[in-house]
């Protein structure tokens, strides 16, 4: 067995020959857990940013490892996602940033939830509603969507924040 250092953090074996089939059932992770790592990411962003955002409000949904987190420029484009993006998706960070969210939209999502999207972003507002996807395999899934604006202490539009969790 290999004596891991607290700090190695592993979420997935990209890139990597393994050796043995066993392999492929280990996850190595913080001690502090993947998701404290991601608020204390979020916390470093925010900070740079310079966000009026009480991020305390999403503490809790990140202890659920299946829900995503994606922030986006206000131009509605793709910054960061989180792993729980990547779990629900299978789409990992580096195919999704830079994108528009509704590139996960197909020909099942209703039209009418995405003008209600569009026309509320569109005012800086938050949107709350469940909207249909599609993962990166084309399997279609139903998830709880909230959006909502940060804007900076000058009360300018800095990014917005989409909270997902698929529902069963």
């Known amino acids: 067995m290999t004596n891991l250092s607290p700090q190695v953090h592993c979420d997935t074996f990209k890139n ?3 050796v043995s ?3 492929h059932a280990y996850e190595f ?12 990411f979020l916390e470093e962003y925010a900070r740079n940013r310079a966000w009026h955002f ?5 503490r809790s949904f990140l202890k659920h490892r299946e829900n995503a987190i994606v922030i986006t420029c206000p131009n509605e484009r793709i910054e960061w996602v989180n792993k729980g993006f990547t779990r629900m998706t299978g789409y990992g960070a580096d195919e999704a940033v830079g994108k528009f969210p509704n590139f996960l ?3 099942e999502t209703s039209e009418v939830i995405r003008k209600e999207i569009r026309e509320k972003l569109a005012i800086k507002t938050s949107f709350s509603g469940e909207v249909l996807n599609y993962r990166k ?3 279609k899934y139903l998830c709880k969507v909230d959006i909502v604006p940060i804007f900076n202490n000058d009360k ?3 990014n917005f924040m989409a909270l997902e ?3 069963n």
């Open 156 to 158: 300018v539009l800095c």
């Open 137 to 139: 395999d084309g399997e």
């Open 29 to 40: 992770t913080t001690r502090a857990s993947n998701n404290i790592t991601e608020y204390e």
């Open 21 to 23: 089939p066993l392999l």
């Open 16 to 18: 990597v020959h393994l």
């Open 105 to 107: 939209q197909g020909i």
């Open 165 to 167: 969790r698929e529902v």
């Open 54 to 58: 009480n991020l305390s409000k999403i």
